[in-house]
Structures are given as structure tokens and as C-alpha cells.
């Protein structure tokens, strides 16, 4: 989608890039460049670069790159007229009209509304006749009337249309309705009915405050309904990229999150005081939550419930949270089944001295092995030793490993120096596996010398490495420019550097701004791709070094463009024999 350029040119002038990502990832400056953790992946180095005098970022640990538009992107999930959106309404900026986009953004807006307007009509229903019941049993689970409020907990009536009907009567179509997933269409007739009937409900919330779609909690013992049910996926709303409160955690003291399975826990910790709760929703935990939570923590506290589902989910929940960057602690509750339970039993202060004990995930995950084995069997003890040593080999502290491995010899009854020998043993078998592992994912690109990557190849390497080059040195120097109009982008082997290449020469010939940073068109693996180029390029950058690669590029396509020729003329003669023949 085509934004004018000089609009763009403006709008990556007024947000600078050290700014807007200054406002997710605290960065230092290292000579002209500023560095800070990678928002993208866990690591505890900082690899991630910014360059404000380019307008772009890099990680060099990941390798995802590009200029600010693409940051937003990347980090909020955003479409590219919506990070464009995003950042015109960061500075005051009015985005020109484009018929496309704005017809995409209107449907959101109006699906935004709608749901703001179904969360006032549940909220409503709460306190009307019909929601008596539901109201007693929020005012049995604990809920106060100012929590439900705090989120905007509500009622959907047992009814077959009182939603459609309200939302109707606000003036939303039934193609809206639909669009919402707030109702499901009859097979039969096409009618529209409620998908929520006589639930409690609760608006889920993203972190900008809009209400994109709702939690239903059953009221009444039916073995034959699902507990919880959730909005389906829709234009505005992706389960795995949300969590249920973090509109409100975010702007807690707390520099930690606790991580539950339900939303009642959620509202009964916020209720309690620990305004950090939040919850993922109705899926296990994923990667792009857990990349949420690192904008808001570094710490992240799990309550799953205690049984055997919950401590599954808790063992999926820790590498994932680990792998964002995030210091992972759990808490294991006794004597309740959950937060909400466990509260209510035994109050505010008892759940914080439990918080301020929860083990680390070395500790809980240690313990998990060991219930698994009798140790007073000679064969469970062994087998017991064999996962102990092979979890401990995967902690990469050394003094974390002596510390849990003393423990867990100890426990086993044998003597350090042999668990330590198994570790090691482990340790190695693992690292064979891993180079096993990255044998196979870098074999193709190590034979072809090409960029790391699963999509973007190169069809003609001596061009494209060419190719590159000019992209490198035009960025580095845009008068090269003005050296390099005999070299045309359909020249280029590449369609994606030849692409880049013509956006760069369009911009260059027209006086405008040549950077990474407003190139449009092209998706995160692109950009990536593109400022990995700019970043692996370091050679010489002058009219000589351009010319020869011109001279390659227009050299390797000349070559291709004979051996065109030369298949189409064997082509003919093939013909004509058949046609001889007959």
C-alpha cells in the first residue's frame, strides 16, 4: 500500500528511530551506535544495534533488521499501513488518504466500537433482572462491585438474540456482527444468534485499550458446555498475541508479571492487590505472549493449577519464557487448587510470603524429576540420576550447575564427582545433537554461500553478490548514484535487490531521502534481509568498486539473456524437425 513519499520521508524524520525503540529496549551508546537486549529473542549480551544517523536497527544475534516502520511492525504485530498509522498519531501527523487502507482501518475502527459497545450491553446486563444469577455468583466467587468494574466484567443473557438485536439497533450490520465472531450464522436459515448465552463476561483488552473480543465463563454445572469460551480469531483479535489484564499489569510498580491459567484468578489477585496478574488465553503459552511480557518485566512468576495439566503447562511454559529473556520463578500452591481458591482461604498476606519463597525454575524443575522415581529402588535411583544430569546439562552457569548438582547427589545418595561425570557426559551428547541439528538448517547455505535464510535465495550468486554490493554502497553513499544510470533494477538477478535498487534510484532522481528506512513494500524477512546486507558488506566504497560490480551485474545478464536466445533457438529447430517429419 503507497504512502506519498514525501509523507514518509516526514514521518520517519519525526520519529527517530533511537526514540520510538528507546521507548521498548534500554539502549547505551557504543561509539555512533546505541545497543540494548534484543526485543525479538532472549540473550543476555546486547546484540541488537541501532543506528540513528541510518534511521535503522540490527540484531546481530537474530538478524532482523530494518528502519522504524519496520520496528513497529515487527514488535506490535502491526500491518505496514498501520505502523505508518501508529507513528503519524505518535507525532500529531495526519495520514493521507489511501482508499485501500482507510477502508481496512474503518472496519477495525467499527469493529472496535462494536465491542466497546457489547462490553457497556453485558456490563449493563449484569445489574439488570435477567442477570441476577450471574451477579450472585460473581458476588460468590469474591468479585467486589468496583473490580467488576475495574474489568468490566458483564452478562450475557440466556437468550437466543439480545445481543444481535442491541447491536442492531446501534446500527451495526449483520456483516459487522459476523465480522466481530460476537455471533455464529445458522446452516440452516442464516440467521444470526449470540455465540455468548448466560455467561459471565469478561471484555479482553490490548495494551491500547481496545476491547477486541471476550472471555465467557460458565454459571451453572453443564458437563456439556465448555467452561471457558473464547472470541474466535477475528480482523482485531489473535488469541496468541494478547493477555487477559495486561492492559492493567502494565502499569503496575511491580517490575513482574504473574502468570495464571484463568481470568477469575486474574481479577481475584487484582482484587487482592497484586495488580501484575495476567493470563494467557485458552491456548498454551506463546512465544509472542511471552515476547509481550518482556516490554513490561523481566521477571515473570508462574501459578499454574497444581494438577497434572498445570504442571504439563508450567514444564511448556518455562523454555518459552526463558527463550524471551525472561527470569522465570514458580510458585506451587498447597492446600487450594488456585490463586482465587487460595486467597480466599488464607488471604493477601500469606499469598505474598508465598510469592516472595516461590522456588526458581532450576528448583521446580528438579523437584518434578524427582517425584517421577522411588530413589529407594536401585533402577528408579539410576533413572532418576540420568534426567537430573541431563536437565542440569542445560544450564549454561556453572556455579548453578556445582550448587543443584551437590542437591541432587546428595538426594541420590552418591558421590558429587559422579553425578558430575554423567552432567558432563550429558552435556556432550546434547552439543552433538545441537551441531547435528544446525548441520542440516546450514548445510544448503553453506555449499551456496547464501545469506541465512528460508525463503530468499539466489538464483545467480556472482551477480548477487554484486548486487549487493551496490545496494551496500549506494546506502553508504547515495552520490554513487549519479555514477550508476547506465545500471538498470531489471538487470539484477535478484528481483528482491533489484527491487530495493529501483526504490533507492526512484527516490535518489526525484531529491528525496535514500534509506533503509522508508523503502515500502517489502516483508520482515525482507527488510531483514536488506539491512543484513548493508551490515555484511563493509568493502571498499567508491566509483571503481561500483563500476566493477556494474560490469559483473550487466555481464552476468547479458549471459543469461544469450543462453535465453539460445534455448528459444533450439526450441525452433526442434520444432521444425517434428514438423519435417511429418
Same mark, same amino acid.
Given at each position: 500500500m503507497a504512502f506519498p513519499p514525501s509523507f514518509l520521508d516526514e514521518l520517519v524524520a519525526r520519529n527517530p528511530i533511537e526514540d520510538v525503540v528507546g521507548h521498548y529496549v534500554t539502549l547505551k551508546r557504543s561509539g555512533s551506535n546505541l545497543f540494548g537486549l534484543c526485543p525479538f529473542h532472549g540473550e543476555k549480551t546486547a546484540s541488537f544495534s541501532v543506528a540513528p544517523d541510518k534511521g535503522i536497527y540490527y540484531c546481530f544475534g537474530c538478524h532482523k533488521g530494518g528502519g522504524v516502520i519496520n520496528f513497529m511492525m515487527e514488535l506490535e504485530g502491526l500491518s505496514y499501513p498501520d505502523a505508518v498509522r501508529n507513528l503519524a498519531a505518535r507525532v500529531g501527523m495526519e495520514v493521507p488518504e489511501d482508499e485501500q487502507y482507510q477502508s481496512r482501518y474503518r472496519q477495525q475502527e467499527r469493529l472496535w466500537a462494536l465491542h466497546k459497545e457489547a462490553a457497556r450491553f453485558f456490563h449493563s446486563q449484569l445489574y439488570a433482572p435477567l442477570g441476577k444469577k450471574a451477579l450472585e455468583?460473581?458476588?460468590?466467587?469474591?468479585?467486589?462491585?468496583?473490580?467488576?468494574?475495574?474489568?468490566?466484567?458483564?452478562?450475557?443473557?440466556?437468550?437466543?438474540?439480545?445481543?444481535?438485536?442491541?447491536?442492531?439497533?446501534k446500527g451495526y450490520t449483520d456483516q459487522e456482527l459476523k465480522d466481530s465472531g460476537l455471533v455464529t450464522v445458522s446452516q440452516k436459515n442464516g440467521n444470526l444468534f449470540?455465540?455468548?448465552?448466560d455467561r459471565l463476561m469478561f471484555p479482553i483488552i490490548d495494551v491500547r485499550g481496545?476491547? #477486541?473480543?471476550?472471555?465467557?465463563?460458565?454459571?451453572?454445572?453443564?458437563? =456439556? %458446555?465448555?467452561?471457558? +469460551?473464547?472470541?474466535?480469531? !477475528?480482523?482485531?483479535?489473535?488469541?496468541?498475541?494478547?493477555?487477559?489484564?495486561?492492559?492493567?499489569?502494565?502499569?503496575?510498580?511491580?517490575?513482574?508479571?504473574?502468570?495464571?491459567?484463568?481470568? #477469575?484468578?486474574?481479577?481475584?489477585?487484582?482484587?487482592?492487590?497484586?495488580? =501484575? %496478574?495476567?493470563?494467557? +488465553?485458552?491456548?498454551?503459552? !506463546?512465544d509472542e505472549q511471552a515476547a509481550l511480557m518482556t516490554r513490561y518485566a523481566e521477571q515473570v512468576i508462574l501459578i499454574y493449577d497444581g494438577d497434572k495439566a498445570g504442571q504439563n503447562a508450567t514444564q511448556r511454559a518455562i523454555p518459552i519464557l526463558e527463550k524471551a529473556g525472561l527470569q522465570v520463578k514458580v510458585l506451587q500452591l498447597k492446600d487450594a487448587k488456585d490463586p482465587d481458591e487460595f486467597l480466599k482461604k488464607f488471604g493477601a498476606d500469606r499469598f505474598k510470603l508465598l510469592l516472595e519463597e516461590s522456588s526458581n525454575r532450576v528448583e521446580y524443575q528438579l523437584n518434578a524429576i524427582a517425584r517421577k522415581y522411588d530413589i529407594r529402588e536401585d533402577d528408579?535411583?539410576?533413572?532418576?540420576?540420568?534426567?537430573?544430569?541431563?536437565?542440569?546439562?542445560t544450564?549454561?552457569?556453572?556455579?548453578?550447575?556445582?550448587?543443584?548438582?551437590?542437591?541432587?547427589?546428595?538426594?541420590?545418595?552418591?558421590?558429587?564427582?559422579?553425578?558430575?561425570?554423567?552432567?558432563?557426559?550429558?552435556?556432550?551428547?546434547?552439543?552433538?545433537?545441537e551441531r547435528k541439528k544446525q548441520e542440516k538448517i546450514d548445510l544448503a547455505p553453506a555449499k551456496n554461500l547464501q545469506p541465512r535464510s528460508r525463503t530468499i535465495r539466489y538464483d545467480n550468486m556472482k551477480s548477487a553478490m554484486a548486487e549487493e554490493t551496490v545496494i551496500a554502497m549506494v546506502l553508504r553513499s547515495p552520490a554513487l548514484l549519479d555514477e550508476a544510470k547506465q545500471l538498470d533494477s531489471g538487470e539484477f538477478s535478484s528481483r528482491l535487490l533489484g527491487n530495493v535498487y529501483g526504490q533507492l534510484r526512484r527516490r535518489h532522481?526525484?531529491?528525496?531521502?535514500?534509506?533503509?528506512?522508508?523503502?515500502?513494500?517489502?516483508?520482515?524477512?525482507?527488510?531483514?534481509?536488506?539491512?543484513?546486507?548493508?551490515?555484511r558488506q563493509q568493502g571498499p566504497v567508491n566509483e571503481q568498486a561500483l563500476a566493477d560490480c556494474i560490469r559483473t551485474i550487466k555481464k552476468e545478464h547479458s549471459s543469461s539473456n544469450v543462453a535465453s536466445e539460445d534455448d528459444l533457438l533450439a526450441f525452433r529447430n526442434k520444432l521444425r524437425e517434428s514438423k519435417g517429419a511429418k
Open positions: 455468583y460473581a458476588f460468590g466467587r469474591g468479585m467486589s462491585k468496583s473490580i467488576l468494574t475495574t474489568f468490566g466484567v458483564g452478562y450475557a443473557p440466556d437468550s437466543w438474540d439480545s445481543l444481535v438485536r442491541a447491536m442492531r439497533a449470540d455465540r455468548f448465552r481496545n476491547v #477486541i473480543g471476550f472471555g465467557g465463563r460458565i454459571i451453572k454445572n453443564d458437563p =456439556n %458446555a465448555a467452561k471457558y +469460551l473464547n472470541s474466535p480469531e !477475528t480482523m482485531i483479535f489473535n488469541k496468541r498475541k494478547n493477555l487477559f489484564g495486561l492492559n492493567l499489569a502494565k502499569k503496575s510498580k511491580e517490575n513482574s508479571l504473574i502468570l495464571v491459567e484463568g481470568n #477469575i484468578d486474574v481479577v481475584a489477585l487484582h482484587q487482592y492487590g497484586f495488580d =501484575n %496478574a495476567v493470563a494467557s +488465553l485458552g491456548t498454551s503459552l !506463546t528408579q535411583k539410576v533413572k532418576f540420576i540420568n534426567e537430573a544430569a541431563e536437565f542440569l546439562s544450564l549454561s552457569n556453572a556455579v548453578q550447575r556445582e550448587v543443584y548438582g551437590h542437591r541432587v547427589a546428595d538426594a541420590a545418595k552418591i558421590s558429587y564427582d559422579a553425578l558430575k561425570l554423567e552432567v558432563n557426559k550429558a552435556f556432550k551428547r546434547r552439543m552433538a545433537r532522481d526525484q531529491g528525496l531521502d535514500v534509506s533503509l528506512g522508508v523503502l515500502e513494500g517489502f516483508s520482515s524477512e525482507e527488510m531483514s534481509h536488506i539491512t543484513s546486507v548493508y551490515h
